[in-house]
């Protein structure tokens, strides 16, 4: 059933760590965001002239686009080192967690998580930058191992929106085909990642809270909820990740999240964590479906205190035109 904006802004989440003046109340200065292009394809964005994050197009061993060596507001990097570093980071999963990425491990069949099928991604805008915020969009083709066709295409418009002490990443997607219908399968590997920095990770000291006060993997893996959060200190600072999917997105998101690094919001994988119904979502032949995604990154030297009243959101960065999300 989807959850209408009024609902979700009514909500105050009363955990701990998911305090946070919202990114979308403005800094006392205009900030500038720049994103220019590597010769490698690579987008490089930086806010103020400090690192934010390296967009991939095009990696031979990750055949998907993602972001990576992603930082806070502080200057800490908070998405583990892309490549893996021996000796600093836990190693695994090098290729299928990059960073930050959106990824589907069965859409018709074909597995782009696990980088079977293959993601061509262009740049179709180049990168803007408005009063304190910045946008880009790609076209991905998903593309078939099997025959080599391409099973449908992806329009995403990225935003990155800049507060006192936050940065707030909006990931719009809208999913289509012109040739033929396309459906989204059921798995745990489905839908918008995060892999934090070593440091911060469960089994280094950190912690995972989703928005009913679930804590860590024990008791937030597989768990429906509103947005989830995985935090710790890292070089004295307090910084944390949190994933706030749409309330219009078809359905509520389960929580891949995993006490070595990993967390997932997938709205897909209702048996994958219930043992319930298979979901099986269908995009008919020149229909749209959208999904977004919201990414809270925040830093400060202070814990994180509790609560957070979402009435203090634009709750329009993550809104979904009716008739694109209502597929079961």
Known sequence: MRTSLHSFILIVFSVAFFAV???????????RIVGHMQDDGALIIQIDGKPFARYVFKDEKILRPYFCNVHAPCGVQITRNHPPVEGVDSTDHAEMHPGMWLA?????????????????????????????????????????????NVICEELCR?????????????????????KNDFVFGDQEEM???VRVATPISVKSGGVIRNSDGLTNEAQAWGKQADGCMYAGIMDGWHVGVTIIPSPDNFRRSWFHARDYGLLVANPFGRNAFTQGERSRVVVKKGEQFELVFGVLI?????????????????VSLLSIPEGKNSRK
């Open 21 to 31: 003046q919202f990114p979308l109340s403005s800094p006392a200065e205009t900030v």
């Open 191 to 193: 839908g918008f990642g």
């Open 104 to 148: 589907f491990g069965d859409i018709n069949g074909e597995d782009f998580w696990r980088n079977r099928g293959r993601v061509i991604s262009t740049l179709q805008e180049p990168f803007r930058c408005e009063a304190n915020n910045g946008c880009f969009q790609v076209k991905n083709l998903y593309v078939s191992s099997r025959d080599e």
């Open 158 to 178: 990225y935003r990155i929106v800049v507060g006192p002490e936050s940065y707030f990443l909006v990931s719009r997607s809208s999913f289509s085909s012109d």
């Open 298 to 314: 925040r830093s400060g030297k202070e814990p994180f205190p509790e609560g957070m009243d979402l009435r203090d959101m634009d």
